[in-house]
């Protein structure tokens, strides 16, 4: 289940006791245009918008008076904004860009407006509207079509291999990517493999993509000097992943490429730890998988993807070092199938060579977990959502002169 379809469900439930802290003695001068729009622009409207991935828009007063008590009870459940890092020991600085947490004075502005009665303001208080140009997150050089695809009601897709040429009549270096599904409801994920021309695209494993569409994960923009290469006359091999929710439709996917103005001081590219060789048995409520690398050469880690079906309970990367050391780079407790994140650092991480990556992730198959299809079976790796994944995918960049 798309984690969009819960909030239909959630606004079913009871609200309750308020989610957030304390509001009694705080200032009940709090209204939607001066206060909750800013709140609504820095954590919601990027997926909650028109033309946007989720199923309904937070942009108007209208929009969030609506759905104040599905936002109380989204934030008491910890559910929304969705994220999943492991706080930081000791109060430290978080070391994500990205991390979508819900600081206590917006969770103090929410409160207080829920309960002052949801006070609309002047809109003259209001910040300006984000603009997304035609939808895109992103002001996008370049507009690629996939083919159309007919996604049936039900069963079972087959994966889909759509080669979509670019037709560039020069190697570009694209700092910005976004990948938008028609019908996201259907579309589990997609990767994209840049194949160069005269390669054969089964050549590729498959799974070191040059972007991805995952659930909470469509807009990759990196910072000045950093770029992926996409070479003169080069295809792009998208691989569809669908899963029917009982209506049949029909899905075109588009990508979108921003150009950077000048050629970038690194390559980005994208590695997995993968380990493909794995049995889960039945009943098994923490099952636990690994996979590893030693570097061969420095990098520069700019963040994670890690990736699991329906079973995923946990991941976690390690830097080990030559003598055996070990740090964590990344623990993710609570997995969440719904929302499969990219983590990226605020500032690229440097592992030296000889540094082994690991890459570790726990399996829930028994009848305690609410989103296994069957319990009672051993379960292997496969490309469906019933079958199993196990993938930690690296995202680094390499100095460009010598990563040719």
């Not at 239909?8 to 939607?32: E, I, K, Q, R």
């Not at 459940?77 to 999943?84: E, K, L, S």
């Not at 600085?93 to 207080?112: C, F, H, M, Q, Y």
């Not at 498959?206 to 990759?220: E, K, L, M, R």
């Amino acid at each position: 289940m798309r984690v969009f379809r819960l909030f239909s469900f959630l606004t079913l439930l009871p609200v309750g006791m308020s989610p957030f802290v304390a509001a009694a003695d705080l200032d009940n001068s709090v209204d939607y245009h001066a206060d909750v729009s800013r709140v609504m622009q820095k954590h919601c409207v990027e997926c909650h918008r028109e033309k946007g991935p989720a199923p309904f828009s937070l942009e108007t007063f209208a929009d969030v008076e609506g759905n104040a008590p599905m936002i109380q009870e989204v934030i008491r459940r910890g559910t929304m904004p969705p994220w999943f890092a492991a706080p930081e020991a000791n109060g430290k600085e978080s070391p994500w860009s990205n991390g979508r947490i819900l600081s206590e004075t917006d969770k103090e502005t929410l409160a207080v407006w829920i309960k002052s009665g949801l006070p609309e303001g002047d809109a003259k208080d209001a910040p300006a509207p984000l603009k997304f140009p035609d939808g895109w997150n992103i002001d996008p050089n370049a507009l690629y079509k996939a083919r159309s695809v007919n996604v049936k009601a039900t069963g079972v897709m087959p994966y889909e291999y759509i080669m979509v040429p670019t037709d560039e009549d020069s190697d570009r270096w694209v700092d910005a990517i976004q990948i938008r599904p028609g019908v996201p409801e259907v579309v589990h994920h997609a990767l994209v493999i840049v194949v160069p021309p005269g390669r054969d695209p089964h050549d590729s494993n498959g799974i070191d993509y040059w972007a991805a569409y995952v659930p909470g994960h469509s807009t990759q923009v990196y910072p000045k000097g950093y770029a992926r290469k996409l070479p003169k006359g080069a295809s792009l091999l998208l691989g569809m992943h669908y899963t029917p929710n009982g209506e049949a439709t029909i899905d075109q996917t588009e990508i979108a490429l921003r150009f950077a103005k000048a050629a970038p001081k690194y390559e980005v590219r994208t590695a997995s730890l993968v380990n493909t060789d794995f049995t889960i048995p039945p009943g098994a409520n923490n099952h636990k998988i690994t996979a590893s690398v030693r570097l061969p050469r420095d990098i520069r880690i700019l963040g994670f993807l890690p990736h699991s079906h329906l079973r995923g309970k946990a991941a976690r990367y390690e830097a080990i070092s030559r003598s055996g050391k070990s740090s964590v780079l990344l623990d993710v407790p609570a997995y969440d199938f719904n929302w499969q994140l990219f983590y990226e650092y605020r500032k690229p991480q440097k592992v030296r060579r000889g540094t082994t990556l690991k890459y570790t992730a726990w399996y829930d198959n028994s009848e305690n977990n609410p989103a296994n299809p069957n319990p009672d079976i051993p379960v292997h790796w496969g490309n469906q959502t019933f079958d199993e994944m196990h993938i930690g995918y690296v995202e680094f960049i390499v100095p460009r002169k010598s990563s040719r």
